[in-house]
């Protein structure tokens, strides 16, 4: 059996300088897709007129097509149409393209939170004086934040994930490394698990986060 396991613990800390990439390109399109997720859940709660088609049309487009033809879209098509965005980087072409794509995924997650909630209690709220905002801010979000937790931590660990195909348009991130010691020691088992370890204990991490935020979201609801 020809593996080395010696080569690949000395890699990983190769490895893990790029790893901050993975993170930034995860995070910074997780925190944009939440934004743009809220605002999508809203128009589908509320039935927003006009605008409720094109949300729907958003979604599906993104929800059905696979994440590296959105990719290569927006960073190889969008400057053919608009050649001011020639100057585009890559890693920002990345982030808008994981961002849309979870987006998608999150408009129906937060939707299913805000609808779980029964509309009952927003409408006792107002009723003893307390405004439609507040009353949404302080009952049902919570609410519906406890709610979509699990899925939204799901959606996270796929984004993650899904940030290694930052390297198909030249983002050296994590599998970009891998792919680059790989090719150059011919050691392709063990380069590629390393990173493989290195994303699983970053999900195992996060997990644990989850779980632990979990808990404590969920005290004042245990009896």
């Known amino acids: 059996m020809n593996f080395d396991l010696g080569y690949m613990i000395d890699i990983i800390p190769e490895l893990l300088k790029y790893l901050p990439m993975t993170l930034y390109l995860a995070i910074t399109s997780m925190i944009i897709a939440v934004i743009i997720g809220v605002v999508l859940a809203l128009i589908l709660v509320n039935k927003t007129p006009g605008i409720l088609q094109i949300a729907k049309v958003y979604i599906s487009f993104f929800r059905g097509t696979p994440a590296l033809v959105q990719l290569l879209l927006i960073y190889f098509g969008l400057p053919q149409l608009f050649p001011a965005m020639n100057e ?112 699983w204990a970053l999900t195992i991490l996060y997990n644990w986060l989850q779980q632990w935020y979990e808990h404590r979201i969920g005290k004042p609801y245990r009896v």
């Open 88 to 199: 585009m980087s890559a890693a920002t072409a990345a982030i808008i393209a994981f961002s849309l794509n979870t987006s998608a995924y999150l408009a129906e997650i937060f939707r299913a939170g805000l609808q779980s909630v029964d509309k009952g209690q927003a409408e006792a709220a107002v009723s003893v004086g307390m405004t439609y905002a507040q009353a949404m801010r302080g009952i049902v979000i919570p609410q519906a934040v406890r709610n979509a937790i699990p899925a939204t931590g799901n959606i996270f660990i796929g984004l993650i994930k899904n940030s290694s195909l930052a390297f198909t348009i030249g983002v050296t991130e994590l599998l970009s490394q891998g792919k680059l010691l790989a090719t150059a020691n011919l050691r392709f088992f063990e380069a590629y698990l390393a990173v493989g370890l290195i994303y």
